[in-house]
Nanobody
Framework: QVELVESGGSVVQAGGSLRLSCAAS????????MAWFCQAPGKEREFVAA???????YYGDSVKGRFTISRDNAKNTVYLQMNSLKPEDTAIYYC????????????????WGQGTQVTVSS
């Protein structure tokens, strides 16, 4: 069982930056694929970024070059550095964990956090 707790969401102006954190419980954190998804009102949950146990990284097309995912296995924490934020990045951001290989599908993830709100004003 893995529990995930996100933090770092806030209101920020367009062009600004935020860093989201996701703290995980459990001794096997390093073996999980960790991912971030986002969901805006009325839209489906969308893949943002993921990092494998070997620290390979994957990004959604809309965030490539602006967001960076990283992990600190000693702290059981995954981060999402968000730069050059746009109003269309406004959403609830969720951290997720998967014990198998990388997937872009939210249905493939086993554990989810409660989400943190990111609002980008124009």
């Amino acid at each position: 069982q893995v529990e995930l707790v996100e933090s770092g969401g806030s209101v920020v102006q367009a062009g600004g930056s935020l860093r989201l954190s996701c703290a995980a419980s459990g001794r096997t954190f390093s073996s999980y694929v960790m991912a971030w998804f986002c969901q805006a009102p009325g839209k489906e949950r969308e893949f943002v970024a993921a990092i494998s146990r070997y620290e390979s990284t994957y990004y959604g097309d809309s965030v490539k070059g602006r967001f960076t995912i990283s992990r600190d296995n000693a702290k059981n924490t995954v981060y999402l550095q968000m730069n050059s934020l746009k109003p269309e990045d406004t959403a609830i951001y969720y951290c997720a964990a998967r014990s198998s290989v990388f997937s872009r599908s939210p249905a493939q993830y086993d554990y989810w956090g409660q989400g943190t709100q990111v609002t980008v004003s124009s």
